[in-house]
C-alpha cells in the first residue's frame, strides 16, 4: 500500500439513486464536512431495472445540492474505477445504514480495491431516522399508493406521485 498522501479530498459518492432519498441527502451533507469536494455520480448497476432516466434522477438530485457548496452531480456508464481515475479522485464515499448492507458493500469495496490499489472507499453511517429507508422500498410504497412524504426529498415525492398516479387515475 502507499504511504502518498491523497493530493486532495475529492470524494465520489456513487449509487443507483433511483430515486435519491433523504439518506442519500444526510450522506451528503454529512460527507462534505469531510470533504473538500463531493462528486454524487450517478452509476450504472447493471443489477437494478430502474424507474427514473439518468436525466431525471441527475436533476432530481441537483435540485437537492444546489445550496450545498462544494457539491456537484455527474453520471457514468462504466466501471467505478475508471471514472474515478479519470477524474484523479481517491475516495469512494458510501453510506452505512443497518447491519444489512455490510455484505453488500465490503464486497463491492473489496473488488474496487482489488482493481486500483490507491483507491479507498469511506463509509459513513447515516443517519438513525434513515436506517431502514431504500430506494427500493420507497418504489414499491408509492406505486401502490402509500405515501413517502418525509423519506424522500419534496421534488422527489412529486415526481414519484406523477410517475405512478399518471397512469392509475
Ligand atoms: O445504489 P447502488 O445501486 O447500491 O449503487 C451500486 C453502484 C452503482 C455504486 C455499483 O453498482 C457500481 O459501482 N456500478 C458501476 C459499475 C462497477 O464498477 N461495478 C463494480 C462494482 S464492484
Known amino acids: 500500500m502507499t504511504q502518498e498522501k491523497f493530493s486532495s479530498r475529492v470524494a465520489v459518492y456513487p ?3 433511483d430515486p435519491v432519498t433523504n439518506g442519500h441527502v444526510d450522506i451528503i451533507k454529512r460527507g462534505i ?3 473538500d469536494e463531493i462528486i454524487v455520480l450517478v ?3 447493471p443489477n437494478k431495472k430502474s424507474l427514473f432516466t439518468v436525466e431525471e434522477r441527475i436533476q432530481m438530485i441537483r435540485e437537492n445540492i444546489a445550496e450545498i457548496n462544494g457539491v456537484r ?3 457514468h456508464s462504466g466501471l467505478l474505477v475508471d471514472y474515478l481515475k479519470s477524474t484523479g479522485a481517491s475516495i469512494i464515499l458510501r453510506g452505512m445504514r443497518a447491519l444489512s448492507d455490510f455484505e453488500y ?3 463491492m469495496a473489496l473488488m474496487n480495491r482489488r482493481q486500483t490499489r490507491e483507491i479507498e472507499t469511506v463509509f459513513l ?3 438513525f431516522k434513515w436506517f431502514y429507508t431504500t430506494s427500493k422500498v420507497i ?3 408509492a406505486s401502490i399508493g402509500g405515501s413517502v ?3 424522500v426529498p419534496d421534488n422527489v415525492n412529486q415526481k414519484l406521485l406523477g410517475k405512478f398516479n399518471n397512469g392509475r387515475r
Open 105 to 107: 458493500e465490503f464486497q
Open 33 to 35: 464536512r469531510i470533504f
Open 149 to 151: 412524504k418525509g423519506l
Open 15 to 17: 449509487g443507483s439513486f
Open 139 to 141: 418504489k414499491e410504497v
Open 43 to 45: 452509476a450504472y448497476n
Open 73 to 75: 452531480v455527474d453520471k
Open 125 to 127: 453511517m447515516s443517519g
